[in-house]
C-alpha cells in the first residue's frame, strides 16, 4: 500500500478527517488548491477546456486524445507547482495509440498517485453507449483499468455518472473510491431553482450511499461539483449525508483570484472539519448543563416516531440544530430535510414554493419547478419561522398536511406526499392561537409535541464547551491555526453577560476578539457584559422579553460591539481610515457605512 493509499485507509476509518480535492485545469489553480491545503488535486483533461474558455463537455469530443490532453496538462500545469501534495490523474482506457501499461508506467514515473476513469462512459448514452457497452467498452472496461492501476499500487477512483448503478459496480470491484458526479456547475442567478437543484443533489447521494450497503466493499465517496459552488452549500450537503468530502473544478477555477481560491478550499475544510468532529447527530448541541442533557434525551425520544414536531426558542438558540437532529435520529434520514424560511416567502408566491408549478402557471414560470412538499417527499420538511406564514398561507399549509397529497399551479393532477414536518418559532405558537394570530387546527396539526430550547443565559455552565468549539472553527475560518482558547477573565465576563442573541451571539462576541486580537490567548478586551446571567439555578421573577424587545437589544448590543471595533481599529491605525479599514479585511467603503450606523 503506497503513503497515498494508506493516508485515504485511514481517512475513511477514522471518520474525522476529510477529504478535499481539486480538478485543476491551469498552474494557477493547482498553486492556490496547494496553499489551501487540498488533500489532493485531479488532472482530467476537461481542465484543459475549462482553461481556454470551453466548458468541460469539450471533453468527450473528438478534439484530441484524452490521455494525452491529460499528460501534457500534468506536465505544464500540474507538475511544476503541485509540491507533496498527491495527484489523482484521469485516464481513457481505450486508447488504440498506447498500451494501457504503458500509460499507466508513464503516469507512476511522473509521479501521479491516483487513477480515475476519465472521460468516463457513463455521460454518455443511447445507441452510442449501448455500442460501446456490446463491444466491452463501457463500463467493465473501465473497471478492468482501474484494478490493473491499483495493482500498480495506484489509489483507484470509480468516477460515478448521476442517476448511473456504475457506483455499486464499481464498489464490488474493490476500488478505492468514488468520485460521485452531481452534474455541470452553473451560476444560477434565480436562487430558488438553485436550492431545488441543491435538493435534488443531496437525494441522489443519499440514495447513492443506500445502494452500496451491502456491496463488496465500502468505498470512500466524494462528491463532484454540480450545485455546490459555496462554503454555504456544501454546509447542507454534509449535514444531510455521509459523504467524505468534496472535489470540485469549475467551483474553483471561476474565482478569478489565487487567494480567494485558497480561501475558499479552507472554508469548504472547515465546514466538513465542523461536522466530522461533532459526536453524534446531536453533536452540534454543544454543553453538558443539565437543561442541554434533557434536551438531547428528548430528541432522541422524540425522533423515532414519525410525528410532527415543534421546536420554540429565543433567536439564536440553535433550532435548526435541533431540528437536523430530530431529522438525523429518525427513520427519514437517509432522504433529505428541506428548510423553508416562512417568513421570506412573498404571499402571491407560497403556492408555488411549497407545491410547485408547471411551466407556463403564471408569468415568469419559464419551467416546471417542484415545490418544497414534493423535494421533501420520504423525508422531512423544516418550516423555520412558521408563526410569520400569513392567513393565507397557514390554510394552504393545513390542507397539505390533511390531505397529504398536493396539487402544484397549473396542473390537473394531484401528488402523494410522504412529509414529517418540524416546525420551529422564536415565538409560542399556544399563545399566538390564543390572540387569534395562528390557526388553531393548523397549531395541533403540526404540535404533537413541542421541544423548548433553552436560552444561553440558563446555561452559563456550557459557554466554556460552546467557546472551545467556537475557537476550533475560528482556527481554520480566520487562518490562526495557533489560537489557544480565551483568558479566565474574558470567561468571567462571558458568564455574566444577559445573551440576548444567544448562541449567535456568542459566536459573533468571540469571532470579532479573535479579529481584533494577535494573542493566541484571547483577552475580550473589546467586551463588556450587560446585565447578569440567569442560571438555571436562578429564575427571573420578570416576565421574559417579547421577541421584538429581544431583536432591539441584539441589535442595540451589536451596534455597541461595532462602535467599540472601530475604535480599537482607528486608535491601533493612528486615526487612519484607510489603515483601520484594511485591519478589519473591509473597504473604505464599508467602513465608512459602518461609522454612520454607530453615529445615529
Known sequence: MTEFQQLLAERVAQGNSPIVAVAAGSGQIVRAAVEGEADFVLALNAGVYRNHGIGSLGAFMPYGNANDQTEQLLREHHLPHVGNTPIVAGVFPVDPTMDLDVRLDRLWQLGVRGITNWPAVGFIDGSYRACLEANGLGIECEIDMLQRAQARGFATFGFAVLEEDSARCFANAGIDGLILDLGLTYNYQD??????????????????MESLQGCDSQPMCLAFGGPVTTADDLEQVVSQTRIHGFVGGSTFERLPVRNVVAGTVKQFRAVIVRHQHDSGYA?????????????????????APDVNVCIEGESGVGKELVAKALHLESKRARQGMVTVNCGAIPDDLLESEFFGHEKGAFTGAFSKRKGKFELANCGTLFLDEVADLSPRGQVALLRAIQQQEITPLGSNHSIA????IVAASNRPLAKLVESGVFRADLYFRLNYITIEVPPLRDRVEDIPLLVENIIQRLKLTLDR???????????????????PGNVRELEHVVGQAALLEEANVLAGNHFMPRGLALGSHTKSPVAQPAARDVESEVTATLLHDRRDQLTAALAAAGGNKSKAAKSLGVS?????????????
Do not use: C, M
Not at 436562487?191 to 447513492?208: E, G, K, V
Open 588 to 600: 473604505r467603503k464599508t467602513f465608512y457605512s459602518w461609522l454612520r450606523q454607530v453615529d445615529r
Open 417 to 420: 406526499t410522504d412529509v414529517r
Open 283 to 303: 453533536g452540534e448541541i454543544i454543553g453538558q448543563s443539565p437543561s442541554i442533557r434533557r434536551l438531547r434525551a428528548l430528541i432522541k425520544r422524540v425522533a
Open 481 to 499: 491555526p495557533r489560537l489557544v482558547g480565551i483568558s479566565k477573565e474574558f470567561l468571567e465576563k462571558l458568564q455574566k453577560h444577559s445573551w
Open 191 to 208: 436562487l430558488h431553482q438553485r436550492r431545488d437543484r441543491l435538493q435534488r443533489a443531496i437525494t441522489f447521494l443519499n440514495s447513492t
